[in-house]
Nanobody, 126 residues
Framework: VQLQASGGGLVQPGGSLRLSCAASGFTKDYYTIGWFRQAPGKEREGVSSFSSSDGSTYYADSVKGRFTMSRDNAKNTVYLQMDSLKPEDTALYYC????????????????????WGQGTLVTVSS
């Protein structure tokens, strides 16, 4: 399994960015794809996720109404559309894949995921 995150950059407060995560090597029908972020000096936190087993999605309270996760199955790619960005959204963003029931039940938990992509840096600053 390989995950390739991209799309980070520098954006002004109130702006938008779309992150992409290209996935390959999946051999199971059921999976959970998650987006996480880690700011300097802070723990990695779950931002959003999608579980294929039941179609459920998860958004952290801090991003609800501003971030939207979507996927293009033909391209094996998931996206994280980030709108109304705030300075506190500044972080290294990672995508991850989990293949256990735990990932469906606890999509916000880093320990639910088996594979991680490299991070892409998002900086929100004027």
């Amino acid at each position: 399994v390989q995950l390739q995150a991209s799309g980070g950059g520098l954006v002004q407060p109130g702006g938008s960015l779309r992150l992409s995560c290209a996935a390959s090597g999946f051999t199971k029908d059921y999976y959970t794809i998650g987006w996480f972020r880690q700011a300097p000096g802070k723990e990695r936190e779950g931002v959003s996720s999608f579980s294929s087993s039941d179609g459920s999605t998860y958004y952290a309270d801090s991003v609800k109404g501003r971030f939207t996760m979507s996927r293009d199955n033909a391209k094996n790619t998931v996206y994280l559309q980030m709108d109304s960005l705030k300075p506190e959204d500044t972080a290294l963003y990672y995508c991850a894949a989990g293949f256990s029931v735990r990932a469906t039940m606890y999509p916000h938990d880093v320990y639910s995921y088996d594979y991680w992509g490299q991070g892409t840096l998002v900086t929100v600053s004027s």
